[in-house]
């Protein structure tokens, strides 16, 4: 039986492939905080020493607190990527990276061939452990996610129905446009890159794109809230990271290697509404 080691295996996202991996025919090997640090390379080693397909899901995702957190968020998102990608070199692996590599303003459907402009310190980390990645003789797939929900992690679904339990009324901004991408698919398209082995950058996320905004007032309908939300500008809710404002991926690339249509992040976001 193959086996895919999961670095980052307890996140949002790993959780979820891992269940997926589970239930096909895979052995599963999860490696995560506080016993796996993927900044130690003998732990990268021994993850690495079992396993016929590393999937790494680890990062430091606090996007604001990396603006002060620098070396800690570099070390996580670039240098340990370089470390792995050693450690890997006759393996096949696929790394996840991130809609904040860009920092388009423009209505362009961004492809990989864009180029990337990160605005914040998260995007700029991103972006160097895809370059180091790429640099490497490892074979690899680099998997840009963006606007990513799931069970296991804090995330834009799971904020906004807490600040509507909080609040009388919602104010959410409706200049930054993406896909909801629900993990559960992110986990489909890893698989199938694992089964094909494909190599190269990618995008990938779930069908249409929307406005935070748009999608805040789907959720609230979707869950029956009747709360009064208004759109406002990113420039009203200042943050220490700035976010682009345009994630609007062409996932034209990987559709010629899934073997499943993307769902329409309509679809997904429903189903997942139902289970929470
Ligand atoms: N969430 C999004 O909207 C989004 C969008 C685009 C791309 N992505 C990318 O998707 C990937 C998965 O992220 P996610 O959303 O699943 O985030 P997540 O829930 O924060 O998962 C990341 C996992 O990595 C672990 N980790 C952090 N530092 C580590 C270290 N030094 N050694 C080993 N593990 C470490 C975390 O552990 P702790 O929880 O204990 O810190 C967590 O389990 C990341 O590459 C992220 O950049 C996410």
Request: proline share 4%; hydrophobic share 40%.
């Given at each position: 039986?193959?086996?895919?080691?999961?670095?980052?295996?307890?996140?949002?996202?790993?959780?979820?492939?891992?269940?997926?991996?589970?239930s096909?025919?895979?052995?599963v090997?999860?490696?995560?905080?506080?016993?796996?640090?993927?900044?130690?390379?003998?732990?990268?080693?021994n993850?690495?020493?079992n396993?016929?397909?590393?999937?790494n899901?680890?990062?430091?995702?606090?996007v604001?607190?990396a603006?002060?957190?620098?070396e800690?968020c570099?070390?996580?998102?670039a240098?340990?990527v370089e470390?792995?990608?050693?450690?890997?070199?006759?393996?096949?692996?696929?790394?996840?990276?991130t809609d904040?590599?860009?920092?388009?303003?423009?209505?362009?459907?961004?492809s990989?061939?864009?180029?990337?402009?990160?605005?914040?310190?998260?995007g700029?980390?991103?972006?160097?452990?895809?370059k180091?990645?790429?640099?490497s003789?490892?074979r690899?797939?680099?998997?840009?996610?963006?606007?990513?929900?799931?069970?296991?992690?804090?995330?834009?679904?799971?904020?906004?129905?807490?600040?509507?339990?909080?609040?009388?009324?919602?104010?959410?901004?409706?200049?930054?446009t993406?896909?909801?991408?629900?993990?559960?698919?992110?986990?489909r398209?890893?698989?199938?890159?694992?089964?094909?082995?494909?190599?190269?950058?990618y995008?990938?996320?779930?069908?249409g794109?929307?406005s935070?905004?748009?999608v805040?007032?789907?959720?609230?309908?979707?869950?029956?809230?009747?709360?009064?939300?208004?759109?406002?500008s990113?420039?009203?809710?200042?943050t220490?990271?700035?976010?682009?404002?345009?994630?609007?991926?062409?996932c034209s690339?990987?559709?010629?290697?899934?073997?499943?249509?993307?769902?329409?992040?309509?679809?997904?976001m429903?189903?997942?509404?139902?289970?929470i």
């Open positions: 039986m193959k086996k895919i080691a999961i670095l980052g295996g307890k996140g949002m996202l790993g959780s979820d492939l891992a269940k997926l991996a589970k096909t025919d895979y052995e090997l999860i490696f995560d905080l506080p016993e796996f640090n993927i900044t130690r390379d003998a732990d990268i080693r993850a690495v020493s396993a016929d397909f590393i999937v899901c680890a990062a430091y995702t606090a604001d607190k603006e002060t957190e620098r800690a570099r070390s996580v998102n240098l340990a470390s792995l990608a050693k450690s890997a070199k006759n393996k096949y692996l696929i790394h996840i990276s904040f590599v860009f920092g388009d303003e423009s209505e362009n459907i961004l990989e061939n864009d180029m990337p402009k990160p605005l914040s310190w998260y700029s980390t991103k972006l160097e452990g895809e180091l990645l790429q640099a003789d490892c690899n797939a680099i998997v840009r996610l963006q606007w990513t929900y799931g069970t296991h992690g804090v995330n834009f679904i799971s904020k906004l129905l807490e600040a509507a339990n909080r609040n009388p009324k919602l104010k959410v901004v409706g200049d930054q993406g896909s909801p991408t629900w993990t559960a698919d992110a986990a398209a890893i698989m199938c890159l694992i089964k094909n082995q494909t190599e190269g950058l995008h990938f996320a779930d069908n794109y929307a935070r905004y748009e805040a007032k789907f959720i609230l309908l979707e869950k029956k809230i009747d709360k009064e939300v208004s759109s406002c990113s420039a009203d809710f200042p220490p990271a700035k976010r682009p404002k345009n994630s609007r991926f062409n690339k990987i559709d010629g290697v899934l073997d499943f249509k993307r769902p329409s992040w309509q679809e997904s429903s189903e997942f509404l139902r289970q």
